[in-house]
């Protein structure tokens, strides 16, 4: 579904080398690597939002950078990382920005959206929050309420960019959870993350990144073993299983 | 309007604009009524009944004139700068995310007041001084605009008010250096009151050259009224949401220009407007641009309405509006900032 | 050897004793001044003013360049001295050192004898070391400033002369105000600015004449505003509401259109035809700036306010004054067009 081909990431000068990426329909695909490592320069290029240094990304044989502002919103839905508003709307106005795609230039949204809208929240159990200002809201339920906006905007991709980053244990899960569960309604989803244990639980294939470019694809079990683990964070990390599941461990502070 | 939000939100706004508008026209008959040239309510209705031919007797001719072509059109026009005042500030507000920036921010009355400084300077005709104030304030933003553009870099908002800062410090340096050269005995006072505003020497003509112009450019607004809400989230979450956030600003910027400019040209730089009845009006209904403009536009027509007819009557002299909008201003301001919730209103 | 070198240093500093004189300004301050002053910096227009009518030769420039059409009313050898600034009135432009190099006997200034003045010429004196005089520039001063600066600048004839016109003419008005009540004195109002609504309010140095001519200013708002303020801006409302019997103005965008301008129509003055336009070349008749320029523009207004009493040949008079104080002949094609939209 997306490809990439020689694609050369950064603001103004390269990241990385060239990279190629293939990440297919119906799945969820997470991107994982450090901090600083390009992973969201790579994740804002691939959707769309920063101009490549060189290659193409191509969307269903379409070149995403040549995509207009409507035509890519319909494509991707993008969840960015934390949420900074200035101005209180409500959690309503905020979902149905969602729709802003499938509205003409001029017009207003009409009663199907609010009504999509509402199928969106309530999906995600947060139609109580409707009349809300979103800036009061605690850091999961704005999430969810991006989520819901995502949803809303009907696309054929979700991204989400660090969708967890600032929030607590609880709503970490909480959220991550819907997630999960979207994925297995059939959404495409692109997450970025810099926390192994997300890939090794809860995604279909996995992309790490280092240094502007993949360092290697593939099925989470396969590549995310402990000593690529400890080569991608610079790290003594451990992967250990604890039953069915598998989680990262750091080596060094355990022996203490 | 398609009903957005819940019931109150949609009640509260049908009501807050029919009393605005209500307590307008209101205003603007008493604001008739009250002036230095004494003028009874009897007979501004004789003259009215007059005007639509049901009084067969013609008023004082005075009188018609005073109303006519004085008080009328001043009336309106402060209305009309109050509204348009209050619209760029919404836009400016929304579109750089930030409610602390009035419609000043780039540089259009710095510019306006070069072009108007510069007129009275060369010795223009009153019309070409307002046509040198009008293209002053639309040049400087768009240089402010081109100096911005051609700067590449992620933070385009954040360009576009710095390069608002140094090409409106450059057009104030200007301005100085007019006043310097202006006859201090006599150019100098009149670039003085200008630069303070008033609407004392608007009339008819001023006011059907500026309400086209005005209208003009409130078209975008409206018509772009969901998108400025989707802009003010940002430009990258706009770009993914399917906005073009370059090219609405550019529209935006060029209406908001356009109407202040407008304004400005035929009442002098008055402050304060556009920076403060924004918030009002988000603290009534909300920032949904949808609401939250015709609100505006209302808080301001009634305020520049008020605020000109003490001008016009505090003292027998004209009190400079740009010192009263000031003095009221300012002390609001406070008060909504004590007021203000955690986030913005 | 060295016995001369202390003899000529004695005899310098004896020199220097014996030829300066102690002068006591409208401040009430004390100041040296050279006993022969041949070089005089003016600190504003009214002093540039006064200086060229007593003694032209000594000015060392004028506050700023004259424009084309103030030129012919100024002497063909003092038209074109050099452009020095002015240190005084709203912002100033003069550079110290320029006034320095410009090396004067003295720096006077003539106008307003206000604190901010006082320190200001308290502090260039310090500064320059050059003596700095402040003369009272109230219009009823004009002659004891005539006769005292004519003492000062070594011009004590010149002085006389011209102390005498002025003095000839304010008891002239007298004696003619003094037989006038106060409620028939014509209501006068001064246009301002292109619009016509900016005015001086009564009591300012702005309209002075006016009350001084025997009119009354109609923008008389009390001695309080007076003192606050000098010009203010009005509406037209007001100008209706106040209604004057005559209109002058010195603004050429006003004069043009007042008498088409539908707004203005109601007002006295514009449906009895009296806006008169008051000449500036070289220096205004009524105001800019407030000095002896205006003495003319006195016995003008006279004229307009009290045709009756005071007939005179305006162009007789224009001649006269120009000769008297300007030192120039204005050819008649200049007089014409000085005085073309001021007759009555």
């Known amino acids: 579904m997306i490809s990439a081909r020689n694609l050369q990431i950064g603001y103004q000068k390269p990241l990385g080398d060239h990279l190629h990426l293939e990440l297919s329909a119906g799945q969820f695909h997470m991107i994982l690597g450090p901090n600083g490592s390009g992973k969201s320069t790579l994740f804002k290029t691939l959707i769309g939002l920063i101009r490549p240094m060189s290659g193409q990304v191509l969307v269903n044989q379409l070149d995403v950078h040549r995509l207009a502002a409507t035509a890519r919103a319909k494509t991707f839905a993008y969840v960015p990382q934390s949420q900074q508003q200035v101005f209180p709307y409500t959690v309503g106005e905020m979902v149905l920005m969602g729709r802003t795609s499938h509205i003409k230039p001029f017009s207003v949204p009409s009663h199907s959206d609010i009504e999509l809208c509402d199928q969106a929240m309530a999906s995600l159990d947060i139609l109580g929050l409707k009349n809300q200002e979103f800036t009061k809201l605690s850091g999961g339920q704005r999430q969810l309420t991006i989520l819901a906006r995502a949803l809303a905007q009907d696309a054929q991709i979700l991204v989400l960019d660090e969708p967890t980053a600032s929030l607590d244990f609880g709503n970490e899960i909480r959220v991550l959870e819907r997630i999960r569960h979207l994925a297995d309604q059939g959404w495409t989803i692109i997450l970025s993350t810099h926390n192994p244990d997300h890939a090794l639980q809860l995604a279909d294939t996995v992309t790490t990144v280092s240094h502007g470019t993949v360092k290697d694809h593939g099925l989470p079990h396969q590549i995310l073993t402990s000593a690529h683990l400890s080569d991608l964070y610079q790290a003594n990390v451990e992967v250990v299983s604890i039953g069915q599941t598998k989680t990262c461990i750091a080596a060094q502070l355990n022996r203490a | 309007m398609v ?47 007059h005007y639509f031919g049901i009084e067969e007797e013609a008023p004082d001719q005075t009188i018609r004139l005073v109303l006519s072509e004085v008080r009328l059109p001043r009336v309106l026009a402060s209305v009309l700068v109050g509204a348009v005042l209050a619209a760029a500030g919404c836009v400016f507000q929304g579109m750089f995310r930030n409610p602390l ?19 009275i300077l060369l010795s223009l005709s009153i019309i070409s001084i307002q046509l040198m104030a009008f293209l002053g304030g639309l040049i400087t933003v768009g240089a402010v605009y081109l100096v911005a553009s ?10 576009l008010v710095l390069a608002g800062i140094v090409i409106g410090s450059l057009a104030g340096a200007c301005l100085s250096l007019v006043k310097i050269l202006a006859d201090p005995y006599d150019q100098l006072p009149a670039i003085t009151f200008w630069l303070l505003g008033s609407f004392a020497a608007v009339d008819k003509i001023d006011l059907l050259g500026a309400l086209p112009l005005c209208i003009l450019a409130l078209i975008p607004m409206v018509l772009l009224r969901w998108r400025i809400n989707v802009l003010s989230l940002g430009d990258e979450e706009a770009r993914a949401l399917g906005v073009n956030p370059d090219k609405i600003r550019l529209f935006l910027i060029f209406a908001a220009t356009l109407m202040t400019a407008a304004g400005v040209a035929i009442a002098g730089v008055i402050g304060w407007v556009g920076l403060v009845v924004p918030h009002i009006a988000r603290l009534l209904v909300g920032p949904n641009f949808n609401r939250l403009l015709p609100i505006a536009m209302l808080i301001g027509a009634n305020f520049l309405l008020i605020v000109d007819t003490i001008a016009r009557t505090l003292t027998q002299t004209e009190t400079p509006i740009g010192i009263l909008t000031a003095f009221v201003g300012a002390p609001v301001f406070v008060w909504l900032l004590f007021h203000a919730r955690r986030s913005w209103m | 050897m060295r016995r001369f070198i202390q003899c000529a240093f004695l005899m310098m500093a004896a020199t220097a004793t014996a030829y300066a004189v102690e002068v006591t300004d409208s401040a009430g301050r004390t100041v040296t001044v050279p006993d022969t002053i041949t070089r005089i910096y003016a600190a504003g227009p009214p002093a540039s003013i006064i200086t060229y009518m007593l003694a032209p030769e000594k000015l060392t420039g004028w506050p700023r360049a004259h424009h084309a059409y103030e030129r012919p009313f100024i002497n063909e050898a003092y038209r074109d001295l050099p452009v020095t600034g002015r240190l005084t009135g709203r912002g100033s432009t003069a550079n110290l050192e320029v006034v320095i190099g410009l090396n004067p006997d003295l720096i006077l200034d003539f106008g307003s004898i206000r604190q901010t003045y006082v320190s200001l010429a308290e502090k260039t004196q310090e500064q320059t070391g050059i003596p700095y005089l402040l003369i009272d520039g109230r219009f009823e001063n004009t002659p004891t400033a005539l006769r005292q600066l004519g003492k000062i600048l070594g011009v004590e004839t010149r002085g006389e002369e011209l102390a005498e016109y002025a003095e000839n003419l304010f008891s002239e008005i007298d004696q003619h105000i003094a037989t006038v009540k106060e409620d028939d004195k014509p209501r006068v109002y001064l246009a301002r600015g292109p619009e016509g609504l900016e005015t001086g309010v009564a009591g300012s140095i702005n309209t002075e004449i006016i009350e001084r001519a025997g009119g009354r200013n109609v923008a008389d708002y009390g001695p309080e505003i007076a003192r606050q303020r000098n010009l203010v801006s009005m509406s037209i409302e007001e100008v209706l509401d106040l209604d004057p019997d005559i209109i002058v103005t010195w603004d050429r965008q006003f004069y043009d259109q007042v008498y088409q301008n539908p707004l203005w129509q109601p007002v006295r003055a514009v449906k009895n035809r009296a806006v008169y336009f008051a000449p500036a070349a070289p220096f205004g008749w009524i105001d800019k700036p407030p000095s002896i320029n205006r003495l003319i523009g006195l016995k003008w207004m006279t004229g307009l306010l009290y045709p009756d009493h005071f007939s005179f040949d305006l162009e007789e008079e224009v001649r006269h004054f120009y000769r008297l104080f300007y030192q120039v002949e204005i050819s008649d094609a200049d007089l014409q067009q000085l005085i073309a939209w001021s007759r009555y």
Do not use: F, M, W
Request: proline share 4%.
């Open chain 2, 3 to 49: 009903e957005i939000l819940g019931k109150t939100n949609q009640s509260q706004t049908v009501l807050s604009g029919g009393l605005l508008a209500i307590c307008l026209i209101l205003l603007s008959v008493i604001a008739s009524g009250i002036g230095q040239y004494p003028i009874d309510y009897s007979d501004i209705i004789h003259a009215l009944l």
């Open chain 2, 150 to 159: 051609s700067i590449r870099q992620h933070e385009p908002t954040l360009i």
């Open chain 2, 101 to 119: 920036v009035s419609p000043d921010i780039l540089g259009v009355s710095t510019g306006a007041g070069l072009g108007a400084a510069a007129g």
